[in-house]
């Protein structure tokens, strides 16, 4: 039996209808952020602020550049671009959970729209979100501003306000073949729980499982000349509550090897699902790529 394989995700939104593969462990070169400020009272500021990306222990952060203009004034809309280049970020770790915004101050802010686009050192760009803000999350170091409603620092998931649309998603696992006769029998199970419900999010499920077998199912031939076997879902694992999620697989029964290294699965999908990586249950499983 064939070992090598290779993992591809699409996401299958039901708003778009668009399909991502995603890949391994590209570095982020840096983020473009569009951000409005709100039009209400003391919403505007002319404090500094400071981009981060946190991943549990792992923190990176540069500072939000000076514009000409004089910025975050109320109903006014900045955009920034970050450099983040050589700061060791990879795509794969950058969420609306990992993404924060950090005042330097003690005059708050509160934005009404934050947009933030991840930019690729192989030259990709992934929308991580595009919402309106919750007029909740106000920005200062000082936090008995606004009734006590401030916070030195939000996570993009803590303030960013979604529609609450239910998502669909439709996973599918990629084995490379040898052949056009080299066949497939094998079961995947592919899960999913939810982490973090988006802010306002109510509709939708919040785990799924879901066994897919193929039974000496025929390579197909892709671009470039290669056999593969698409396992996947008939159909896209439907109404999943909007959030942060963590999907899990497990490849039954024919394989022996490792299984130490977690997928490419953290991405946003215009704050819909944002799937992080994860490999429990993963008992049976080969090398991934
Ligand atoms: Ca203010
Ligand atoms: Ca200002």
């Known amino acids: 039996m064939n070992t090598e394989y290779n993992l591809i995700v699409g996401l299958l939104l039901i708003s778009l209808s668009s399909t991502a593969i995603f890949s391994a462990e590209e570095g982020v070169r840096g983020f473009r952020i569009v951000q409005t400020t709100a039009n209400v009272q003391y919403a505007d500021t002319d404090d500094g602020f400071t981009f981060v990306v946190r991943n549990g222990n792992f923190e990176r952060s540069r500072r939000f550049g000076d514009l000409p203009s004089d910025e975050r004034e109320r109903g006014q809309t900045d955009t920034y671009n970050i450099d983040f280049s050589g700061a060791g970020v990879l795509m794969s770790q950058v969420s609306r959970q990992s993404l924060l915004i950090r005042s330097r101050g003690h005059n708050s802010w509160l934005p ?56 669909s998603f439709r996973p599918t696992l990629r084995f490379n073949k040898a052949n056009s006769g080299d066949r497939t029998t094998i079961t995947v199970t592919f899960s999913g729980s939810l982490l ?94």
């Open 196 to 289: 973090t419900a988006a802010t306002g999010a109510s509709s939708g499920n919040s785990n799924f499982s879901v066994d897919v077998s193929v039974v000496n199912k025929l390579p197909s031939l892709v671009p470039g000349g290669s056999w593969v076997c698409d396992v996947t879902p008939a159909l896209p694992i439907r109404n999943l509550k909007p959030g942060e999620w963590r999907l899990n697989y497990l490849v039954q029964g024919v394989f022996t090897g490792q299984c130490d290294k977690t997928l490419p699965l953290n991405r946003s999908a215009l704050g819909r699902v944002n799937f992080r990586n994860g490999v429990a249950g993963c008992r049976t499983g080969t090398s991934f790529p």
């Open 112 to 167: 009404s729209h934050i947009k933030i686009t991840a930019l690729g050192a192989n030259g990709t760009s992934t929308l991580i979100m595009d919402d309106a803000w919750n007029s909740n999350c106000w920005f200062s170091e000082d936090h008995g501003d606004n009734g006590g409603l401030a916070r030195t620092e939000w996570t993009m998931a803590q303030g960013a306000t979604v529609t609450d649309t239910a998502s």
